[in-house]
């Protein structure tokens, strides 16, 4: 069989196989339309089980992908461009991971068999970042941030410098995994996400943990709560309820958290949950309020699925971005951050200027700021703050997405805990806004005016070093920040970086603070800074290292011991 030259418009022949989807797709980049043959797994009880899982593989796979080559070879025919002793695809892209193991080996070998046969070029696409690619594919937007919702994962990406970072995740189970885990307790058969969304309809709010830590959440302690409510007699319909609005809220709140770290004003949903009509209209509400664009892929993108697969495969093929076969091995926990994107520019975040509406404009002509020059407005993930005469207003606004109840109860505890852990600070020598008024009805706090840039837009190792040691005196008093990201550090830009008595910087929003004595609080505060600086400095490491430098100086070894158990605990490592 001749090899045919590097095509711009290729046909790929992509195969999926992470989990419980066998599945094969061919994509024509020519008219990009994905023809998609799928074969689910659908364990008799429980979740899904790893054997079970590999065996639907490997008795499925083989038919999914011959069907999908008869429908290239059909393609093959009608294109005048392609002889008759031309491959019917130019290159076979498959899924490396992350995954199940066993599964992931019966696809990649079915796609090492299918492209040595063919003599085309090998692809090897990390699943969650088709996730994100399909929907950027499919809606045209540049740069989204893309909040994935699966059965074992859930994070938020951002583009930056290369490659996807990870701006936020779960540090425990995948959103699917936790919600299939409360309806195997209520002994509902899998998936039970769709059952969770019906029995929803007909229920009542149950208020259930709430717990988002910067950009990371948790899902533990919601599930244990659930299992509680049902056993002690709650109705299913309401815990359901309750599960959805805790859970969707929560990953509706870092979405919006990731819109005004990276200035971007484009959301992107993928994942199998996606799906979820509840979670969608959460998300489009959070992105009608900012002015951002939101955008859903229909749902046969959003489950796994090969055709996502086959997509990515056809950009990473133009870029060259192919796999010799004995380095194809597959990796079941590749994160997307370790993908080099070969397939798009290094263009940064577009970060929102000091003072911007928190939207990035549109276009050159149209204005940032729609306020007097002597009165600035700063609008970022929950509040929006006025800036005018050396004082600040910051009012936290009613969110429509979320329930009533749980909406107000966030404002008002988290408007408590700001004012009272900024003024804590300040008592233990930490560079804070002093408060001068607090309306909890209206959730909103006035502060002094301090610094006159975020620490994002002003970035020196002096400076993260300060922070670190910020850190480090609030953690000695017994409590955490709760979300240090370099938008929730304020710097005088004036001030001299190698002044390491005064370098300007001053910690503001503890909203998501709280008191508390574990080393594993302590570490999250430096896991969630260090994320911020891994998404936006030049040179992360370095940055990064000077930011632990500063905590050492100042604080306990033990939670840079901690911190270091944290790195290794994501869903991916």
């Not at 008869?70 to 393609?75: C, G, S």
């Not at 031309?86 to 991971?97: K, L, T």
């Not at 309401?238 to 990953?251: N, P, S």
Request: charged share 30%; glycine share 10%; aromatic share 6%.
């Amino acid at each position: 069989m001749a090899q045919r030259e590097r095509t711009e418009s290729p046909v790929v022949l992509g195969i999926e196989g992470t989990a419980w989807a066998a599945s094969a797709a061919v994509y024509d980049a020519a008219t990009d339309d994905v023809v998609i043959e799928t074969d689910a797994y659908q364990p008799e009880s429980g979740g899904i089980h790893p054997r079970e899982a590999a065996e639907h593989m490997q008795e499925h796979v083989p038919r999914v992908v011959e069907t999908a080559l008869d429908h290239a070879r059909e393609l093959a025919r009608e294109d005048p461009d392609r002889g008759p002793d031309d491959p019917p695809v130019d290159c076979v892209a498959v899924s490396r991971g992350p995954g199940l193991g066993a599964c992931l080996r019966v696809a990649g070998t079915a796609a090492r068999a299918v492209a040595q046969t063919l003599e085309v070029p090998l692809v090897g696409v990390n699943h969650m970042v088709a996730h994100l690619e399909i929907g950027r594919h499919r809606s045209g937007l540049s740069s989204p941030v893309c909040l994935n919702a699966s059965g074992a994962n859930a994070h938020v990406l951002g583009f930056h410098d290369g490659r996807y970072r990870v701006l936020g995740e779960t540090m425990d189970t995948g959103v699917g995994n936790a919600i299939d885990k409360f309806t195997r307790h209520v002994g509902w058969s899998h998936p039970g996400g769709p059952k969770v969304e019906e029995a929803a309809k007909e229920g009542e709010y149950v208020d259930l943990p709430y717990v988002v830590k910067g950009m990371d959440f948790s899902f533990s302690g919601i599930m244990s709560a659930a299992k509680d409510a049902y056993d002690g007699g709650r109705p299913v319909e309401d815990v359901c309820t309750g599960l959805q609005e805790t859970i969707f809220a929560m990953l509706a709140e870092v979405s919006e958290r990731a819109l005004s770290l990276t200035g971007s004003d484009e959301l992107v949903l993928g994942g199998g949950v996606g799906q979820n009509r509840r979670l969608q209209a959460m998300l489009r509400g959070t992105c009608e309020d900012r002015g951002a664009d939101f955008y859903v892929p229909e749902d046969r993108f959003l489950r796994d699925n090969a055709g996502m697969i086959a997509v990515l495969g056809a950009k990473m093929y133009r870029a060259g971005d192919t796999l010799p076969v004995e380095e194809s091995r597959v990796d079941p926990d590749f994160r997307p951050d370790q993908v080099p994107v070969t397939w798009r520019g290094r263009e940064p975040w577009a970060a929102p200027a000091d003072g911007a509406s928190g939207r990035r404009p549109r276009d050159e002509g149209e204005s940032v700021a729609r306020v007097p020059p002597e009165q600035r407005e700063v609008r970022g993930a929950e509040a929006v703050v006025v800036i005018e005469d050396g004082t600040v207003v910051k009012r936290r606004l009613p969110k429509d997405y979320r329930h009533p109840e749980l909406d107000v109860k966030l404002r008002r505890d988290r408007t408590v805990m700001e004012s009272r852990l900024t003024s804590e600070a300040r008592r233990h020598g930490v560079p804070t806004p002093v408060v001068r008024d607090v309306d909890l009805q209206e959730a909103t706090i006035t502060f002094q005016e301090v610094g006159d840039a975020d620490l994002g837009r002003a970035l020196t190792g002096e400076r993260v070093r300060a922070v670190g040691r910020h850190l480090a005196a609030i953690h000695g008093a017994g409590f955490v920040h709760g979300d240090p990201t370099t938008r929730n550090v304020r710097v005088r830009k004036d001030s001299s970086e190698t002044d390491a008595g005064d370098p300007g910087v001053f910690l503001i929003d503890f909203g998501l603070g709280f008191y508390t004595d574990h080393v594993e609080d302590y570490a999250m505060d430096l896991h969630v800074f260090e994320q911020a600086l891994a998404g936006t400095a030049d040179d992360p490491p370095a940055t990064i290292e000077a930011f632990e430098g500063g905590y050492r100086e100042a604080g306990d070894e033990r939670v840079l011991d901690q911190l270091r158990e944290i790195e290794g605990r994501g869903r991916y490592q």
